[in-house]
T-cell receptor, first 115, second 113 residues
Framework: AQSVAQPEDQVNVAEGNPLTVKCTYS??????LFWYVQYPNRGLQFLLK??????LVKGSYGFEAEFNKSQTSFHLKKPSALVSDSALYFC?????????????FGGGTRVLVKP | DGGITQSPKYLFRKEGQNVTLSCEQN?????MYWYRQDPGQGLRLIYY???????QKGDIAEGYSVSREKKESFPLTVTSAQKNPTAFYLC????????????FGPGTRLLVL
């Protein structure tokens, strides 16, 4: 069975500093990996995904993520955080050969960017 | 204006009552999904449908039912058998055949009176 771990419930960072949100996964075979962001009482917004190819994936709003197969990780990064980046972030995984495009989500990491 | 709509935004359920949450999409996506979100637990899959008139149980289907009579619509019924229905419910859709991105609606918050 596939699983996703987001080891930090909350990440605090000062505005302008680098932001990293950690994600590790377990899946049979090669994974598809996704990052989503959720603002209060809203649905999830897609940030970026890794399917194949370059291990560094660039996404929306200046976010990027690095796929590391040996460490089974897919950490989300942003070079300079903004106060508006404060939100709940979810990592998700799906095996390439899974039927029905079933995603498994991590428990989420709350990011708080302080001015 | 394409996207996924969910209604209502807030829903109150009385004991023993069935309630239905609406999800509509105009993205021409074949696949649709229902998730439940509880604090600290991420999202859990309730049901999904890859094509009209077909759907499969997810990880927590007990106490829920769905139908997929139209491509655009995937309503979720929370039955009286679901003893702990208070949660945030999210609908999503994606292109069926590929491992494509799932796009989410704004959610419905269900509360028990």
């Amino acid at each position: 069975a596939q699983s996703v771990a987001q080891p930090e419930d909350q990440v605090n960072v000062a505005e302008g500093n680098p932001l990293t949100v950690k994600c590790t996964y377990s899946v049979s075979g090669n994974p598809y990996l996704f990052w989503y962001v959720q603002y209060p009482n809203r649905g999830l917004q897609f940030l970026l995904k890794y399917i194949t190819g370059d291990n560094l994936v660039k996404g929306s709003y200046g976010f990027e993520a690095e796929f590391n197969k040996s460490q089974t990780s897919f950490h989300l990064k942003k070079p300079s955080a903004l106060v508006s980046d404060s939100a709940l972030y979810f990592c998700a995984v799906s095996p390439i050969k899974a039927a029905g495009n079933k995603l498994t989500f991590g428990g989420g990491t709350r990011v708080l960017v302080k001015p | 204006d394409g996207g996924i709509t969910q209604s209502p935004k807030y829903l109150f359920r009385k004991e023993g009552q069935n309630v239905t949450l609406s999800c509509e999409q105009n993205l021409n996506h074949d696949a649709m999904y229902w998730y439940r979100q509880d604090p600290g637990q991420g999202l859990r899959l309730i049901y999904y449908s890859q094509i009209v008139n077909d759907f499969q149980k997810g990880d927590i289907a007990e106490g829920y039912s769905v139908s997929r009579e139209k491509k655009e619509s995937f309503p979720l019924t929370v039955t009286s058998a679901q003893k702990n229905p208070t949660a945030f419910y999210l609908c999503a859709s994606s292109i069926r055949h590929l491992q494509e991105t799932q796009y989410f609606g704004p959610g419905t918050r269900l509360l028990v009176l």
